[in-house]
């Protein structure tokens, strides 16, 4: 099985920079996804990582380390709306051929003026 | 931009009877997936469809769930007899590229009385 490991709640304020990390357990690996979800909505795709490094989408990069099942979601110049949950997930390796991806329990990111 | 379409997004029925939820996928993904999420908790697979076919279910999705794809547009999820434990956020997604980049709909809420 997999199983994900990420914060439960980050807090920051405006223009701050802040750090989600993820650490994983799987039995075979093929990449590590971000998510944001508003307020129960739908989630929405940020990012995929399938290499070690960094990976930058505008204000939001994240990152993987392969050898250390890890990873994190980097968000910069922090602005209200990004007051969010965000989660990470990997694929689930019990089919080798399936597509689904198993979410970890979600990280819930509060932005103050 | 291309969104995945639920309805009803709100649905609320009395345990025991059968509810079906549907979906209307990006039209030119061509892998389905069911998600659910009780408040407050992580987003759960349920299944995942390719090629007119179930590819992968969860320990969730148990005799009581199916799915389907009646014409070329919709997918549903049907379950024949709700329990209380069943009221959560239901969410359809689709991809074109398997565990890459999901498109989540907005997602139905079910709750069970």
């Known amino acids: 099985g997999q199983s994900l490991e990420q914060p439960s709640e980050v807090t920051a304020v405006e223009g701050a920079i802040v750090q989600i990390n993820c650490t994983y357990q799987?039995?075979?690996?093929?990449?590590l996804s971000w998510y944001q979800q508003h307020d129960g909505g739908a989630p929405t795709f940020l990012s995929y990582?399938?290499?070690?490094g960094l990976e930058e989408t505008g204000r939001f990069s994240s990152f993987l380390s392969r050898s250390d099942s890890y990873g994190y979601l980097l968000l910069q110049e922090l602005q209200m709306k990004d007051s969010a949950s965000y989660f990470c997930?990997?694929?689930?390796?019990?089919?080798?051929?399936?597509?689904?991806?198993?979410f970890g329990k979600g990280t819930t990111l509060s932005v103050s003026s | 931009e291309p969104e995945v379409t639920q309805t009803p997004s709100h649905q609320v029925t009395q345990m025991g009877q059968e509810v079906i939820l549907r979906c209307v996928p990006i039209?030119?993904?061509?892998?389905f997936y069911w998600y659910r999420q009780i408040l407050g908790q992580k987003v759960e697979f349920l299944v995942s469809f390719y090629n007119n076919e179930i590819s992968e279910k969860s320990e969730i999705f148990d005799d009581q769930f199916s799915v389907e794809r009646p014409d070329g547009s919709n997918f549903t999820l049907k379950i024949r007899s709700t329990k209380l434990e069943d009221s959560a956020m239901y969410f359809c997604?689709?991809?074109?590229?398997?565990?890459?980049?999901?498109?989540f709909g907005s997602g139905t809420r079910l709750t069970v009385v």
């Open positions: 039209s030119n993904h061509l892998y």
């Open positions: 997930a990997v694929r689930d390796t019990y089919n080798q051929a399936g597509t689904a991806l198993i």
């Open positions: 997604a689709s991809s074109d590229a398997g565990a890459y980049g999901y498109t």
């Open positions: 799987t039995s075979g690996f093929y990449g």
């Open positions: 990582n399938a290499l070690d």
